[in-house]
């Protein structure tokens, strides 16, 4: 016993505690979790069924409902949609950003600050605040749009099928877009003075020197930032649950709403978790390139 | 063009790029001091008219706000606790060492920060429905919410450990001190500001939060701020000046919190996403 706690106080054995514990609560919260929803997405389980630890198995019938649900087909595309739009016009918006405010003018370092203070507040309170600029009668952006005369009518951005999902987009892009260009912002920042002064001397042009070193110096940068935007962006669930809740009719569902509206708000958790499992592993894999950009990344 | 002039030029670009791109908020504040008729003019007023003070105190008792705000509080609170005493030991031995296994806890830390909470959520309420932690609905959604802050916060306070020299450790153990006590005395108060931005970020998390508590906690007067606004955005909304108000009391602690701290809090998660 005393040489037990001896070890705890002294050596391994307390390095091995504090790092246990950290595991072990992964393990049973996020670990577990992940096994046993793969066990659900096999079963059917409801309200009734909730409470047992055993649920009636129905094998592959709640993959095989999932895919062949209608909604399947527009969950899909309106995903891909809401992602690849996300991460690109984030990632431009971001480096356009980052580019200017390396200008390194007075007052750069600190108005570039204010942009963040988006990326602190709640992605709820994001929604409902865009939720208000965006709507159709008394929106402010429907009100600019049309006095500059983009648009000579009211779009009804919300509760219309067509720009439902660009709604959320809109909003996810203001939100994610100081993310993009903090992370950016740091690479660029990262780049040696010395390899530019020395293609000033040689002659090359500002696009020349954008082109030769700041593209090819920022590659693992950029490699992390794209594959974390689109980690955010299939993390995104308050701003679609601020602004049109997945509808109107399904128009603006993606996966990561499908997967809780279907366990949350129909309560079959067995097909829920048929979304959870796929789209976890479409996580994993782009966190993997993450991970190995990062890598790449320290080792230069 | 001299280099001054070019200067001022970037700061007007600048300064308008900023007030564009933070007109949201500023559209939420002024709208919750409008009136109620005000809110509907067209074309809308950009600037206040006289300030409807009014509509912060009574979104205050008409939205039950104290009991939301509390019930936030409690739950960033819990959140933060469970994540700093069982992160931060983590975190330091995970800094300290580098070994295979090492590597190995550290690549699966990384792979839980990414997991989305609206997909584990499934699994996670399943479960606890079977164990009966539904019966405690706000600490079943402070030990989900907990999983979720947790990696990143071994993340961050890892980048901070690194910072603190290993010599300083030892010099500590050849004066006699245990390994638990070196680390209590030495390690843990040199890196002390890391844990503690850390710890704010994980707050503000906590606060916020809002899949966790909307699936777990069906009893509202257990519910946290982010529902309680929910509830106002039914279909056909019309009173955007309280809902406004109600954002604004919000996130404001959160926008003071970060004006403060800006240059600590931007350091900090940018070490948690590319170190």
Same mark, same amino acid.
């Given at each position: 016993m005393g040489r037990w706690v001896q070890g705890l106080r002294d050596g391994i054995g307390f390095d091995t505690m504090l790092v246990l514990f950290a595991l072990l609560y992964l393990f049973f919260f996020a670990g577990l979790p992940l096994i046993y929803n793969i066990v659900i997405s096999f079963q059917s389980v409801d309200v009734f069924s909730l409470g047992s630890l055993v649920h009636?198995?129905?094998?592959?019938?709640?993959? $095989?409902?999932? @895919?062949?649900?209608?909604?399947?087909?527009?969950?899909?595309?309106?995903? !891909?949609?809401? /992602?690849?739009?996300?991460?690109?016009?984030? @990632?431009?918006?971001?480096?356009?950003?980052? !580019?200017?405010?390396?200008?390194?003018?007075?007052?750069?370092?600190?108005?570039?600050?204010? @942009?963040l203070a988006a990326w602190v507040m709640p992605g709820l309170v994001v929604?409902?605040?865009?939720?208000?600029?965006?709507?159709?009668?008394?929106?402010?952006?429907?009100?600019?749009?049309?006095?500059?005369?983009?648009?000579?009518?009211?779009?009804?951005?919300?509760?219309?099928?067509? /720009?439902?999902?660009?709604?959320?987009?809109?909003?996810?892009?203001?939100?994610?877009?100081?993310?993009?260009?903090?992370?950016?912002?740091?690479?660029?920042?990262?780049?040696?003075?010395? !390899?530019?002064?020395?293609?000033?001397?040689?002659?090359?042009?500002?696009?020349?020197? @954008?082109?030769?070193?700041?593209?090819?110096?920022?590659?693992? /940068?950029?490699?992390?930032?794209?594959?974390?935007? $689109?980690?955010?962006?299939?993390?995104?669930?308050?701003?679609?649950?601020?602004?049109?809740?997945?509808?109107?009719?399904?128009?603006?569902?993606v996966a990561q709403y499908w997967s809780w509206e279907l366990s949350f708000r129909e309560f079959d958790f067995g097909r829920g978790a048929v979304i959870s499992v796929l789209m976890i592993v479409v996580v994993l894999f782009v966190s993997l390139i993450y991970v190995r950009s990062t890598k790449a990344e320290t080792q230069l | 063009m001299t280099r001054v002039n070019a200067n001022r030029v970037m700061l007007v670009i600048a300064i308008m790029l900023a007030a564009l791109y933070l007109f949201p908020l500023y559209w939420m504040y002024v709208t919750s001091l409008k009136t109620n008729s005000s809110?509907?003019?067209?074309?809308?007023?950009?600037?206040?008219?006289?300030?409807?003070?009014?509509?912060?105190?009574?979104?205050?008792?008409?939205?039950?706000?104290?009991? #939301?705000?509390?019930?936030?509080?409690?739950?960033?609170?819990?959140?933060?606790?469970?994540?700093?005493?069982?992160?931060?030991?983590?975190?330091?031995?995970?800094?300290?060492?580098r070994n295979g296994w090492i590597d190995a806890a550290l690549f699966t830390v990384l792979m839980l920060q990414v997991l989305p909470p609206s997909l584990m959520v499934t699994p996670i309420f399943v479960g606890f429905a079977w164990i009966g932690l539904l019966d405690f609905p706000r600490f079943a959604a402070i030990l989900a919410i907990s999983a979720k802050t947790m990696p990143f916060f071994v993340i961050l306070c890892r980048a901070a450990f690194m910072t603190i020299p290993r010599e300083l450790e030892e010099a500590a153990l050849v004066d006699g001190n245990s390994r638990a006590g070196a680390f209590f005395m030495i390690v843990l108060p040199l890196a002390r500001n890391g844990i503690l931005i850390s710890a704010l970020l994980v707050f503000m998390q906590g606060f916020g939060e809002y899949v966790y508590s909307a699936s777990i906690i069906a009893d509202n007067r257990l519910q946290p701020a982010s529902i309680g606004m929910t509830n106002f955005l039914q279909p056909n909304v019309v009173n955007?000046?309280?809902?406004?108000?109600?954002?604004?009391?919000?996130?404001?602690?959160?926008?003071?919190? #970060?004006?403060?701290?800006?240059?600590?809090?931007?350091?900090?998660?940018t070490a948690g996403a590319l170190k």
């Open positions: 009636p198995v129905v094998g592959i019938d709640n993959y $095989t409902a999932i @895919f062949a649900d209608p909604l399947a087909q527009r969950v899909l595309i309106n995903t !891909l949609i809401f /992602t690849i739009g996300s991460v690109t016009i984030q @990632f431009t918006f971001g480096f356009a950003l980052a !580019l200017f405010f390396h200008q390194r003018f007075p007052g750069a370092t600190w108005i570039r600050g204010l @942009f929604g409902v605040l865009w939720n208000w600029l965006l709507s159709g009668d008394f929106g402010v952006i429907n009100h600019v749009l049309e006095s500059v005369g983009l648009i000579d009518e009211p779009v009804f951005w919300r509760s219309d099928v067509d /720009t439902s999902l660009y709604s959320v987009l809109i909003a996810n892009i203001w939100y994610g877009t100081p993310f993009n260009m903090i992370l950016l912002a740091v690479g660029l920042a990262a780049i040696p003075d010395d !390899l530019y002064e020395a293609a000033e001397l040689d002659g090359a042009t500002a696009f020349q020197r @954008f082109w030769t070193i700041t593209l090819p110096m920022m590659r693992p /940068t950029i490699g992390a930032v794209l594959a974390l935007g $689109t980690i955010f962006t299939l993390q995104q669930f308050d701003l679609f649950a601020a602004i049109t809740q997945g509808g109107p009719a399904g128009s603006s569902t | 809110i509907f003019a067209v074309p809308p007023e950009f600037l206040p008219g006289e300030p409807q003070w009014e509509n912060y105190a009574t979104i205050w008792d008409v939205a039950n706000i104290p009991r #939301f705000i509390w019930n936030s509080l409690v739950i960033a609170t819990g959140v933060t606790v469970i994540t700093g005493i069982v992160g931060a030991g983590a975190a330091y031995v995970l800094a300290r060492y955007w000046n309280a809902i406004m108000a109600f954002a604004a009391t919000y996130v404001t602690p959160i926008l003071a919190a #970060f004006v403060l701290l800006q240059r600590q809090i931007v350091n900090g998660l």
